[in-house]
Each structure stands twice: as C-alpha cells, then as structure tokens.
Nanobody
Framework: QVQLVESGGGLVQAGGSLRLSCAAS????????MGWFRQAPGKEREFVAG????????WYVDFVKGRFTISRDNAKNTVYLQMNSLKPEDTAVYYC?????????????????WGQGTQVTVSS
C-alpha cells in the first residue's frame, strides 16, 4: 500500500514557476514508477510526466517538454515536478500516481495509487 500526498500548488502569474512535491508513505516507494497527471475543469485527466523507479528514465507529454522536469529522491520518498514558464493553459489540479505494472506511461489504468491532487492556477 502506498499513500501519496501532493503539495506545492498555488497561484502564479504566466511565465512563473512552481515546484510540486509528492510525498509517499511505505517502504517500497523506490520500487514504483511515478507519474504526474493533471485535470482541468471539464476535461479528462491527462498525463504530464513519468519517471522510472530508479529515476534513470523520464517521459513527458509534448506540451510540457522543455518547461517541466520530473525528478525523484528515493531517500526522501518524494517525487517532484518542477514547472517553469507556466501558461494559463497549465491551470489544473495536478495529481501524482504510483505504478508497479508495465504499460504505457500515459495510461491512467496502469497506476495503482493516486494522491488527492493540488491546484495550480496560472493567471494571464
């Protein structure tokens, strides 16, 4: 069992930065791949970024490449999402998720555990 708690969301102006954190409970955090998803009002939850259990491999959706960076610290049981050059269209609730199964990183169905989400609002 893994419990995930996101933090770091807030209100920021366009062009600004935020760093989201996701703290995980459980001794087996380092065995899970981790992902960040987001959900804007009236839209489906979408994949943003993923990172392998070791941190050696990362994946990003095209519209955040070059602006967002996912990383993890297994000693702290924490995964991060550094978001730079934020745009109003990045406004959403951001969720972290954990997976131990194979499959496309963008597939929500492959993630077994989810956090409660943190709101990110980017003003123009």
């Amino acid at each position: 069992q893994v419990q995930l708690v996101e933090s770091g969301g807030g209100l920021v102006q366009a062009g600004g930065s935020l760093r989201l954190s996701c703290a995980a409970s459980g001794r087996t955090f380092s065995s899970y791949g981790m992902g960040w998803f987001r959900q804007a009002p009236g839209k489906e939850r979408e994949f943003v970024a993923g990172i392998s259990w070791s941190g050696g491999s990362t994946w990003y959706v095209d519209f955040v490449k070059g602006r967002f960076t996912i990383s993890r610290d297994n000693a702290k049981n924490t995964v991060y999402l550094q978001m730079n050059s934020l745009k109003p269209e990045d406004t959403a609730v951001y969720y972290c998720a954990a997976r131990s199964t194979q499959g496309a990183w963008s597939g929500k169905e492959y993630y077994e555990y989810w956090g409660q989400g943190t709101q990110v609002t980017v003003s123009s």
